[in-house]
């Protein structure tokens, strides 16, 4: 089955800079990738995702970059604000709505 | 707020007691999955339901009993739990498809004593 491997497991920045989170990915078929948020007291709610065939989609602050030759995909914060502040899970589908989380990073933007 | 409702939000139950996690979406979408999730770790999934048959069972044990009395509803039944059940119990929904996301409510906080 998929393993997804996610990297840092705890970051912290200063507000107004950028925030870089790496996952990777070991079934060449995985064909959608999400990237979650999920703040305490609350489920994870998906922030932006990327599909295979597109290698980088951005959604003003949130960007997402996909190497499917390397197997992995980044997520790229910047201007980071203190509400930015959560534990962020990667995530890639391989087929039959089976999703597979990485193990968690988790942000702290320091005011 | 998220467009998946959970209730409870909190449970509080013994181990003898007899409980069901209810979740409800209406955005259409004909898969429906419960997970579990226990602090500082990802969710794990548990079941999925599709076009209201269940497609997935990761093998959970039987006092975990699921049921989709729709497409629209999602039921969860607790029985004879064990204190290591106490979990965040998420339930998400979606199209389906390998290439749509899962959107997930907030969960029922489940303690066990």
């Given at each position: 089955g998929e393993n997804v491997e996610q990297h840092p497991s705890t970051l912290s920045v200063q507000e107004g800079d950028s925030a870089v989170i790496k996952c990777t990915y070991s079934?060449?078929?995985?064909?959608y990738f999400p990237w979650y948020k999920q703040e305490l007291g609350k489920g994870p709610q998906l922030i932006i995702d990327i599909r295979s065939n597109v290698g980088e989609k951005k959604d003003q602050r949130i960007a997402v970059t996909l190497n499917k030759t390397a197997k992995h995909f980044s997520l790229h914060i910047t201007?980071?604000?203190?509400?930015?502040?959560a534990v962020y899970f990667c995530a890639a589908i391989a087929g039959a709505n089976n999703l597979f989380f990485g193990t968690g990073t988790r942000l702290t933007v320091i005011p | 707020d998220t467009e998946v409702t959970q209730t409870p939000k909190h449970l509080v139950m013994g181990m003898t007691n007899k409980k069901s996690l209810k979740c409800e979406q209406?955005?259409?979408?004909r898969a429906m999955y419960w997970y579990k999730q226990k602090a500082k770790k990802p969710p794990e999934l548990m079941f999925v339901y599709s076009y209201e048959k269940l497609?997935?069972?990761?093998?959970?044990?039987?006092r975990f009993s699921p049921e989709c009395p729709n497409s629209s509803l999602l039921n969860l039944h607790l029985h004879a739990?064990?204190?290591?059940?106490s979990a965040l119990y998420l339930c998400a929904s979606s199209h389906?498809?390998?290439d749509q996301p899962q959107h997930f409510g907030d969960g029922t906080r489940l303690s066990i004593l």
């Open positions: 079934d060449s078929a995985s064909n201007e980071t604000q203190p509400e930015d502040s | 209406h955005m259409g979408h497609s997935i069972n990761e093998s959970v044990p039987s739990l064990q204190p290591e059940d389906g498809t390998d």
